[in-house]
């Protein structure tokens, strides 16, 4: 019944290594974003899609990749991973841009 | 771009008691103000939101103003209760930005029985 879904909820991985975090949401809305909460809980917008096309891409380090198969789905790839990009990852969506619904997020430890 | 200022960060009452969480935008394009309550280890959840045709909305103990001319923006919770205890977000968006949300510091509320 979960209306925005990610997986997984936990990844405590290496630097250097590879990692992708999924995303689906059954609300039927258009619109889907990656936000990042950091250690102070400060929440910051990476990416949005609004029907599969990018509408909003923030200051990322290109070692972020968020990929949308279609406007259900958006998944985030992270290559490379460093320290600092240790972080909850909140995947969210919105009908037309409007009220936003998060997912309950993505505990992401590099060491 | 948009910035949001919340004041204050911390905030400590008694059960019982009214709490305010004020906040600042910059954006006069900004039109959507939403109020999400985090828990810990949990997602933010939206509460309550105002849009910038209305200046006051109420739902239950919660309130929300709007000035749009001093671009500010408060949130009221009254007869606080322990469960009210977590971190409130504040937030601003203007539809032709994409609705991207824009969120305030946070202010962790301590509500003490």
């Known amino acids: 019944d979960t209306a925005v879904s990610q997986t997984p909820k936990y990844l405590v991985t290496q630097m250097g290594n590879d990692k992708s975090i999924k995303c689906e949401q059954n609300l039927g809305h258009d619109t889907m974003y990656w936000y990042k909460q950091d250690s102070k809980k400060f929440l910051k917008i990476m990416f949005s899609?609004?029907?599969?096309?990018?509408?909003i891409n923030e200051t990322v380090p290109n070692r972020f990749s968020p990929k949308s198969p279609d406007k259900a789905h958006l998944n985030l790839h992270i290559n490379s991973l460093e320290l600092g990009d240790s972080a909850v990852y909140f995947c969210a969506s919105s009908q037309d841009k409007d009220t936003i619904y998060f997912g309950e997020g993505s505990w992401l430890t590099v060491v | 771009g948009e910035n949001v200022e919340q004041h204050p960060s911390t905030l400590s009452v008694q059960e019982g008691d009214s709490a305010v969480i004020k906040c600042t935008y910059s954006d006069s394009a900004s039109n959507y103000f939403p109020w999400y309550k985090q828990e810990l280890g949990k997602r933010p959840q939206l509460i309550i939101d105002i849009r910038s045709n209305v200046g006051e909305k109420k739902d239950q103990r919660i309130a929300v103003t709007l000035n749009k001319t001093a671009k500010h923006f408060s949130l009221h919770i009254t007869e606080t209760q322990p469960e009210d205890s977590a971190v409130y977000f504040c937030a601003a968006s203007a539809y032709n930005q994409g609705g991207k949300l824009i969120f305030g510091q946070g202010t962790e509320l301590s509500v003490k029985p």
């Open positions: 899609y609004n029907n599969k096309e990018l509408i």
